[in-house]
């Protein structure tokens, strides 16, 4: 079986604007086919930025046109792509903070965060996690910030028979020393490879610390972006035999 190449979709999107952000994904979407990516992961809230406050106006249906380009070049390149958006949830007045998985096939996945940080409840439902994928003969377990804070998710994430466990992130520089020593030693611990991918700009006021990062299953840093911005962090390989590199996002239209 040929290595598997995941990717970190380190983008500075703008808060709201997800006409904008859509065509930065699909910028990001396109370098990273040009990579030979299977998986591609952007982070937490991806197409609307972080803002808490207006996320209920700017929430989606699963089925949203809004994702149909997406959709459409993730077929074309044959690439399991999650991008990050509040979902519409039937019955509840609240979104969940989802990420939405486009499958090389043209169907449409979500995991929805479970673990919701203070405060994020008076905007947000907490949501019910997600089925475990499977990428390049590997299984992905996802996660959205706040849920890899508590250790039991990734714990339960590797009982299940993860081998890479996948997080879209917003962590600032104050939290990051912390956060990122937390995902190293889940790696360590649970004998399973992380991905992250964190924003590369501000948003909702929050100055996102960058840094997107992949630890093999020892827990050894193999790839992590040097500074904020639009990057690409790809990683390819199999267990124990990981090797990355950082691409700097090329110009993009819009």
Not at 99 to 107: M, Y
Not at 134 to 160: I, K, N, T
Not at 177 to 193: E, I, K, N, V
Not at 209 to 223: I, L, N, P, Y
Request: proline letters at 5%; one cysteine or more; hydrophobic letters at 45%.
């Amino acid at each position: 079986m040929p290595p598997a190449v995941f990717a970190a979709a380190q983008c500075a999107i703008r808060d709201g604007d997800i006409p904008a952000n859509l065509a930065l994904h699909l910028a990001f979407m396109r370098q990273a086919h040009g990579h030979g990516v299977d998986l591609l992961l952007f982070p937490e809230l991806s197409l609307t930025g972080y803002a808490p406050a207006v996320a209920s106006g700017l929430a989606q249906d699963l089925d949203t046109p809004l994702l149909a380009p997406l959709r459409q070049l993730a077929q074309e390149a044959g690439m399991t792509t999650v991008v990050g958006m509040p979902l519409k949830v039937p019955g509840q007045d609240k979104p969940r903070i989802a990420a939405c998985i486009l499958h090389p096939d043209g169907s449409i996945a979500v995991y929805t965060k479970q673990h919701l940080h203070t405060g994020e409840d008076v905007f947000f439902s907490a949501g019910s996690g997600g089925e475990l994928l499977s990428v390049s003969g590997l299984s992905v377990a996802l996660s959205v910030c706040a849920d890899f804070s508590h250790p039991e998710h990734a714990a339960q994430a590797a009982q299940r028979g993860a081998q890479v466990y996948a997080t879209g992130v917003l962590i600032g520089e104050g939290g990051y020393p912390a956060d990122s020593a937390l995902l190293q030693g889940y790696a360590q611990r649970h004998a399973m490879a992380v991905l992250m991918a964190n924003h590369g700009g501000t948003t909702g006021g929050w100055a996102a610390a960058g840094r997107s990062a992949f630890w093999d299953e020892q827990g050894r840093c193999v790839v992590t972006a040097s500074a904020t911005g639009n990057r690409l962090l790809v990683v390819s390989g199999q267990a124990g035999e990981w090797q990355g590199v950082e691409v700097s996002l090329a110009q993009h239209a819009g």
